[in-house]
């Protein structure tokens, strides 16, 4: 994944960017990806491809992926998990329970967080590796 944009931050003041920053960047880097990957590998039309799409980035579906990814982690990334999953967030989830909402959060903030820090070699192995399973 090449760099989109030229970020100014140094890894230290990304490390101390609260984890619902990373999870806000995370959800966008996320739903980017998964919409480029059915543009590629699809033929369906936007509403399709946009429905498809709902299904991945859903908070159920990004907790499972979580599940699915959590053991290939290192132990710096479950530390941006953790922190993710317990980021204090008043807003309520409409279509999750709390659980999914903030394991959901967590996966948002690790791939924030890698895309932050410029770790996208490490940032599209986990993506390939979701993709793949």
Known sequence: MEELIDLTK?????????????????????ELYVRTEL????????HAMHVKAIEKVRAKSQAEMLNKI???????EKDIVRRGRNAENHHL???????????ATA??????YL???KQHKRLKQILI???EG
Not at 39 to 46: G, S
Not at 70 to 76: A, G, M, R, S, W
Not at 93 to 103: A, G, H, I, L, T
């Open 10 to 30: 140094t890894p230290e003041e990304i490390n101390l960017l609260s984890p619902l920053t990373w999870a806000y960047i995370g959800d966008c880097i996320y």
């Open 39 to 46: 543009v590629n590998t699809t033929k369906l039309k936007p």
């Open 70 to 76: 959590y053991d290939k982690l290192t132990e710096e």
């Open 93 to 103: 989830p409409k279509n999750s329970n709390v659980q999914e909402y903030r394991y």
């Open 107 to 112: 996966f948002e903030s690790l791939i924030g």
């Open 115 to 117: 895309y932050l820090t």
């Open 129 to 131: 590796f979701i993709s």
